[in-house]
T-cell receptor, first 117, second 112 residues
Framework: GAGVSQSPRYKVAKRGQDVALRCDPI?????LFWYQQALGQGPEFLTY????????KSGLPSDRFFAERPEGSVSTLKIQRTQQEDSAVYLC???????????????FGEGSRLTVL | AQSVAQPEDQVNVAEGNPLTVKCTYS??????LFWYVQYPNRGLQFLLK??????LVKGSYGFEAEFNKSQTSFHLKKPSALVSDSALYFC??????????FGTGTSLTVIP
C-alpha cells in the first residue's frame, strides 16, 4: 500500500482481555518496528523485525507482550491479560532497510490507541 | 547510553517569526539524527535527517536543522512560522544499530 496501515485505530479492552494489533508495512520494507507512546511522551521502542526475524525484543515490557511477523510482511502485536498501564498508542513503523549505511528513516502508521478499563 | 533531550515542552511563536525547536543528543559513535512531526491523532511524519556532510540540512515544509557536533545539538528551525506548523515535534537519534531513540517531544504553537 501507499503507507503503513494499522488496525484497529481504537481498541477498548477490559482488564484481563487479550488484544491483537495489526500492522501492514509499506510493500518491500524490510525493517519493521513497534513503539509504545504514552500520553505526552515520545515513542518508546518495543521490538524490531528484519523480514520475519525478530532481531530485538528488548523493549517489550513483560512476557505478556508478544510480536510476530511470520511472512516478513504483516506484523501482529499481541498483549495478553491486559492491564491498565498498557493503555497507550501503539505505533508501527517500517523502513526500507537498516543494513549497512542505509539511513533508514522510519515511516509510521497512524497508531492503534488502546484503552484498558 | 544513547539519548535525546528536548528541553522545552512547549514553544510559542508568532506567525511570520522565525522558530527554533531545540534538541541535544548523546550517542556513542557517529549519530544519525532525525526530526519528526506529529499532528493530533496521526502517526509521526519524517521531516529531515542528518547523516553526514553539510551541517545544515533542509527538509520538508521549509524546515531545516543544524548539526553542531561540539554542542551535540540538532536544533530544528524555520525562518517564518505558519499557523499550520502547530504540532508536536520529536527529535530522534539512531546510533548505527537498530534502535531509534526519541525525545519527549516539543509542542509548537504558532499564534496568528
Amino acid at each position: 500500500g501507499a503507507g503503513v496501515s494499522q488496525s484497529p485505530r481504537y481498541k477498548v479492552a477490559k482488564r484481563g482481555q487479550d488484544v491483537a494489533l495489526r500492522c501492514d508495512p509499506i510493500s518491500g520494507h524490510v525493517s519493521l518496528f513497534w513503539y509504545q507512546q504514552a500520553l505526552g511522551q515520545g515513542p518508546e521502542f518495543l521490538t524490531y523485525f528484519q523480514n520475519e526475524a525478530q532481531l530485538d525484543k528488548s523493549g517489550l515490557p513483560s512476557d505478556r507482550f508478544f510480536a510476530e511477523r511470520p511472512e516478513g510482511s504483516v506484523s501482529t502485536l499481541k498483549i495478553q491479560r491486559t492491564q491498565q498501564e498498557d493503555s497507550a498508542v501503539y505505533l508501527c513503523a517500517s523502513s526500507l532497510s537498516l543494513s549497512g549505511r542505509d539511513t533508514g528513516e522510519l515511516f509510521f502508521g497512524e497508531g492503534s490507541r488502546l484503552t484498558v478499563l | 547510553a544513547q539519548s535525546v533531550a528536548q528541553p522545552e515542552d512547549q514553544v510559542n511563536v508568532a506567525e511570520g517569526n522565525p522558530l527554533t525547536v531545540k534538541c541535544t543528543y548523546s550517542v556513542s559513535g557517529n549519530p544519525y539524527l532525525f526530526w519528526y512531526v506529529q499532528y493530533p491523532n496521526r502517526g509521526l511524519q519524517f521531516l529531515l535527517k542528518y547523516i553526514t556532510g553539510d551541517n545544515l540540512v533542509k527538509g520538508s515544509y521549509g524546515f531545516e536543522a543544524e548539526f553542531n557536533k561540539s554542542q551535540t545539538s540538532f536544533h530544528l528551525k524555520k525562518p517564518s512560522a505558519l499557523v499550520s506548523d502547530s504540532a508536536l515535534y520529536f527529535c530522534a537519534v539512531r546510533d548505527g544499530g537498530n534502535q531509534f531513540y526519541f525525545g519527549t517531544g516539543t509542542s509548537l504553537t504558532v499564534i496568528p
